[in-house]
């Protein structure tokens, strides 16, 4: 079902619609936002001069840095009084950025959901289990009230305690289930722990997965555990949280609800605007958003786009999964490499389950990578020359793939670290003086 009929407006009904609106977002900001007054009037753009959507390359970008000068409420466009919540990034290091919503914002949010919800295939006649974290971090309550929205039961599960999540799910006769990939993939195997099988023993049909990127591969994997329809969706607590694109049943990539979000391809290094098609950093523009528009912002996420009209019959764009962010790419011994493209290979091979660890180190000055990989199942441990068999073929493969050499280590089944939230799997050494 389509939920809004923007989502099947023509191109030029679509262009019109975020003409009229990128106009006015420009007018606001720079009348109620002294930063961005500046930053515009420093380059010498005026809001008279942003007509079109064609106009946005004139405008100066927005980076996460200018949200944390800002720090808390310096870019809202309202007063605290007209906003009725606030919600946080996870900061790791300093002040975390804030972003806050009036509640034309929430509505809005919930409706973005509620798109994402219905291409998926999720209704009224759902249960669907929330097993993001409670808190400042915008998942979990913006999944929450878009699914309440369509009409679904809405379990606020939270995340952790993974034994009494998997109870819930078969008491409750939970359908959907909302978390992050890699949290999806502990609780099956917890569930099967538990003496459950999770195809037959419970009622699950779909996954609305966020909060961190995942591959092909990994969506295979949780599909094949769960027996779902696993789809991804994407968004930023900077752009209003999860909402912005998601996937329908033919999971052909995230659908962009481009009547709020008008989205362009950079390259991250010279800033230049990519042809359509191209692979490069996403660059968002809210164009509805009332507390905290955001203009040109730096997602970071490597993707493209896609504006070729989908089976399902919406129009609106669709971008691919992120392929990394620029700032979590690995230069190893020169190359460029993201996690995903070591994640693709790895669970492409059936001897070797989902989880695995990254670890970059240095042997005087050389950089070296070790990845540590878990065995599919304990059948393997039994002859060291099948062991040394599977190394050699990981080994070989990366090597072809990704060009470099790395160290595999085989670790027995479920002794690497699982995750309850985002996952990570990647540990950086090669700063930490250890040889
Ligand atoms: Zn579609």
Known sequence: MIWDKAESYSRGE?????????????????????????????????????????DLKELPFTVKDDLRKNYPFGLFTVDKEALIRLHASSGTTGKPTVVGYTRKD???????????????????????????????????????????????????????????????????????????????LHMAEVAKQMGINPKTDLSLKLGLFGGEGSTEAMR?????????LATENYGMSELIGPGVSGECKYL???????????????????????????EGELVITTITKEALPLIRYRTKDITRLNYEPCKCGRTTVRMSKIQGRTDDMLVIKGVNIFPSQIEEVLLNLKEIGPHYEIIL???????????????????????????????????HQLKIILGVDAIIKLVEPKTLERFEGKAKRVVDLRNEGRR
């Open 14 to 54: 679509m262009i019109s619609y975020q003409n009229y609106n990128l106009k006015n977002t420009i007018e606001r900001i720079y009348h109620k936002v002294p930063y961005y007054k500046g930053k515009m009037d420093r380059i010498g753009v005026k809001p008279v001069h942003i007509q079109t959507i064609e």
């Open 252 to 278: 052909c990539g995230m659908h962009i609800s481009e009547d709020h979000f008008i989205p362009e391809i950079i390259d991250p290094d010279t800033e230049e605007v990519l042809p359509e098609g191209e």
């Open 106 to 184: 929430l509505e809005l949010w919930a409706n973005l959901i509620a798109r994402l919800v219905s291409m998926a295939g999720g209704s009224s006649k759902d249960v669907a289990q929330i097993s993001f974290g409670y808190g400042l971090f915008t998942g979990a309550f913006g999944l929450h009230y878009g699914l309440e929205k369509v009409g679904a039961l809405v379990v606020p599960a939270s995340s952790g305690n993974t034994e009494k999540q998997i109870m819930l799910m078969k008491d409750f006769g939970t359908t959907i289930l909302v978390s992050t990939p890699s949290y999806a």
């Open 220 to 228: 295979e994997e949780i599909q094949k555990s769960w027996g779902i």
């Open 361 to 395: 180190n240095k042997k005087g000055f050389l950089d070296f990578v070790e990845i540590r990989v878990e065995l599919a199942d304990h059948s393997l441990l039994d002859s060291y020359s099948n062991l040394e068999a599977l190394e050699k073929k990981i080994k």
